[in-house]
């Protein structure tokens, strides 16, 4: 690596990517609750500035040389049956997915929600469960590390209130996202990759955009507070046996002197 992991670090990558996210967007003059209204708003209000998020992100961490441990872990969780919150939600993607009627979506929304589920899981997931992790735990508890990810993937969708969605609509997703974010921690402490997280998040956005769409319903979607609440009881076993402190890395892979 060629920077030290420090939280402060993690947190401006952060901040960075929150600020190119509102400035692309709000360029493109398309409200937030008027993202799904049609392929071209979805492109414009939403997809380009992940795009251009994915390449700030990019760039930064390959500054830092922060890809591998961004990426993957040393060492999975021992706690392997805490996969049962993130399957959860799993379902309830499904659910969306079973509960969309399909004849009533064009092909381009499904094309432009696909873009937007990859870059979204892309973005956030490296921003938050990558870089940001990555920084805290240059210093921070790995309790803490899940927690503070989290509440910070939360607060990042406080950014719709600038792009136009309410307070009232605001403050319950940033509770949904606080949730979802430890969801996706287990994701990454069960199979040592950001990848299961990432396509986890993307198909989770897409199932969404495409039911709202249209206009279908998911029977399923209980499931998802369910999901929310096992995990913020389940990330605690995910994260104790952690060993993944970037500030010990060197004491992990160099060997002792004779």
Known sequence: ??????????????????????????????????FGESPSNLWRGAVLSLV???????????????????????????????IIAPALLLVAVIGNLAGTRWSAVSLDFVVAAL????????????TTR?????????STAEVWVALVSS???????GINIVLGQSVADTIPQIG???????TFYIVRRVTGSLVGAMVLHGAWDFSVFTLEQ?????????????????????FWFAARDADERTGDRERH???AAA
């Open 151 to 157: 509440l910070c993937f939360g607060l990042m969708h």
């Open 214 to 234: 249209a206009g279908g319903t998911n029977p399923l979607a209980v499931l998802v507070i369910v999901a929310g609440v096992l995990s913020l009881v389940f």
């Open 1 to 34: 690596m060629r920077v030290q992991p420090r939280a402060w670090i993690g947190l401006a990558v952060w901040v960075l990517y929150g600020l190119v996210v509102v400035v692309v967007q709000k360029a493109s003059r398309i409200p937030y609750t008027e």
């Open 176 to 182: 949904q996202a606080f949730l979802q974010g430890l």
């Open 115 to 126: 873009a937007l589920g990859v870059f979204v899981g892309f973005t956030e997931e490296l």
């Open 253 to 255: 892979t160099t060997p």
């Open 130 to 138: 990558g870089v940001l992790l990555v920084g805290l735990r240059g």
């Open 52 to 82: 251009v998020g994915a390449v700030v992100l990019a760039v930064v961490t390959t500054w830092l040389r922060w890809w591998p441990p961004a990426l993957r872990e040393r060492r999975t969780t021992r706690a392997k049956w805490t």
